[in-house]
């Protein structure tokens, strides 16, 4: 039996509207006949975060809630939105819907980061912020960024992951030597503090180049319940004065889910 024929598309898009993006795009593929079904605003609209509008009226990308549902759920699967000033970016996690963020240098406290001489800000081009923050010389290596648990999805495993890029010929410090990465939830460690090398010949397991081109290595992960007033913070430190640092260059940290199935 065709059910296809027997409901209303009303039905058909509810029914949809109860699974997933990928699913949702795979039925269209399986059975043609509900493609307009899965393409229709009533479907995406429930994929779309409950507070995308004020997300996008917050960015200077507001022109896209002229956009169909659809268009715009993809769009912001694709393409960061910078909100916060410029500070921060969000998008969406393109097989979930869920959403992702990421903390530009500038909503980072970085010691000493006001310091010409330790660290300078800088545009970039392939950097998707007005700025980055590059160490030029530091003994005392400590960052941190935080965010409340409020504005992320509920029910979601999230890995935090520092965005970067060493500058390999005026690199000093980082060469088989490790930084400390921890994620802490309400001030609690999520767990042991991680010792890993950001030079990528010293660990190309953990250290891995991003679409973007930048890097990028895992900082921890923690479970975000339904709760309204938590915080997880995240730090980077290496603190041995025995040598100084220089060559980071630090574009953000991001927020992102983790183990999203297929």
Known sequence: MDFTRILPEECLSLIISL????????????????????????????FLPRDYRSIILESSSSSLLSLGKKD????????????????????????????CYMLGARALSII??????????KSQ?????????????????????????RILSPNTNYAAYLVFKLKYRHTIGFRR????????????????????????????????EREDEWMEVEMGEF???????????????????SYHKRGLIIEGIEIRPKDIGS
């Open 177 to 208: 030597r490790t930084v400390g990465l921890n994620v802490d939830i309400d001030g609690i460690t999520s767990r042991e503090e991680r010792r890993v090398s950001l030079d990528s010949r010293d660990e190309p397991e953990h250290v891995r």
């Open 72 to 99: 715009l759920y993809f769009h912001l699967s694709s393409h960061p939105i910078l909100i916060q000033n410029g500070t921060m970016s969000f998008q969406l996690e393109k097989r979930s819907g869920k959403k």
């Open 112 to 121: 000493w980061g006001h310091t010409p001489a330790y660290w300078t800000w």
């Open 223 to 241: 479970f975000n319940e339904s709760r309204d007033d938590g915080t997880v913070e995240f730090s980077l430190k290496e603190i041995d004065t």
């Open 125 to 149: 081009p392939d950097s998707r912020f007005p700025e980055v923050a590059e160490l030029k010389l530091v003994w005392w290596l400590d960052v941190k960024g935080k965010i409340e648990t």
């Open 19 to 46: 699974t997933s993006p990928a699913d949702a795009c795979r039925s269209a593929t399986v059975c043609p006949a509900l493609r307009s079904a899965v393409d229709s605003d009533s479907v995406w609209e429930k």
